[in-house]
């Protein structure tokens, strides 16, 4: 058996990035929510 998670980096950014999260009203929500709980990172 192999590893289920084979990180890629694009792959990672361009799903959970900071661009695709800006995006949609959803993802402004979640960036706004870690902003306000004072995340140091609020995406990857």
Do not use: D
């Amino acid at each position: 058996m192999s590893q289920t998670y084979q990180p890629k980096k694009r792959k990672r950014a361009r799903t959970h990035g900071f661009l695709v999260r800006s995006r949609t009203p959803g993802g402004r929500r979640v960036l706004a929510e870690r902003r306000r709980k004072g995340r140091h990172k609020l995406s990857v």
